[in-house]
């Protein structure tokens, strides 16, 4: 499948300054899913990403299955990690169907990506089975650093894109308020809203710090309780 997707993939090949917030928050969310989602058996992941995520769902989930749209991404996930027991499908997220249904379906990260993401949520909601639970993380354009940096004159929106986001292939950035109402729209209704990351300062300021690890879990486990300044936004979703 030849698609502009790889064209991004540059961006996951860990040798850009924002790898450190991406460790961060790709390490911690999945396991707050673990936490929410308890002992279920299927789970549907939307995204390969930077990988991080795939080892921590597999080890807990017997039945995992990853959409990735990229050729490019998914070879170097697979050269990164040759053992994965996931099962990896090549396809876009807008056509991809099945008969199956999963007790847990993830989009990390992925709804600021996506020409459509109404489309999505809603397409991925007849995905789950009885019961099922959809965990959707995503940028928070109030997070703390960037409200102070439009205080201080040096961001005119925080809801502007950076250099960084369009390498990425990012398209929107995400408040709680917005992300409410789209997960409404596709309805659905979100059970739990926590934060992922209180990130207090720009990336190349929290790197010239120094800070100890314990010093940025402290700064997730914080977070939990405030999405609207946190990096990104965790949500629980169910259908109505």
């Not at 961060?24 to 707050?32: S, V």
């Not at 396809?91 to 989009?107: A, G, H, L, N």
């Not at 690890?213 to 259908?239: H, M, N, T």
């Amino acid at each position: 499948m030849s698609n502009t997707l790889d064209s991004h993939v540059a961006a996951y090949q860990s040798d850009n300054l924002y790898d450190f917030d991406n460790e961060i928050l790709m390490t911690w969310y999945p396991q707050r899913i673990l936490h929410q989602a308890g002992a279920r058996s299927s789970l549907l992941e939307l995204g390969l990403g930077h990988g991080h995520t795939v080892d921590i769902f597999s080890s807990k989930f017997p039945r995992h299955v990853v959409l990735e749209g990229s050729p490019a991404i998914i070879q170097n996930f697979r050269q990164k990690h040759p053992a994965s027991r996931a099962q990896i499908i090549e396809t876009y997220f807008e056509e991809f169907s099945t008969d199956e249904r999963f007790d847990v379906i993830v989009m990390g990260f992925i709804l600021e990506h996506v020409d459509d993401p109404l489309q999505i949520l809603r397409r991925y909601r007849s995905f789950l089975a009885p019961g099922g639970k959809m965990f959707l993380a995503v940028p928070n354009a109030e997070v703390l650093n960037r409200r102070l940096g439009h205080l201080a004159g040096l961001l005119d929106d925080v809801t502007t894109l950076s250099e960084n986001d369009h390498l990425l292939g990012h398209k929107r950035y995400y408040t709680v308020s917005s992300l409410r109402a789209e997960v409404t729209k596709a309805d659905c209704e979100i059970d739990r809203l926590e934060g992922i990351y209180l990130k207090p300062f720009t990336t190349r300021q929290l790197l010239n710090l120094q800070l100890d690890r314990k010093i940025i879990d402290g700064l997730c486990a914080v977070g939990i309780d405030y999405p609207e300044l946190s990096c990104g936004i965790l949500a629980e979703v169910s259908a109505k």
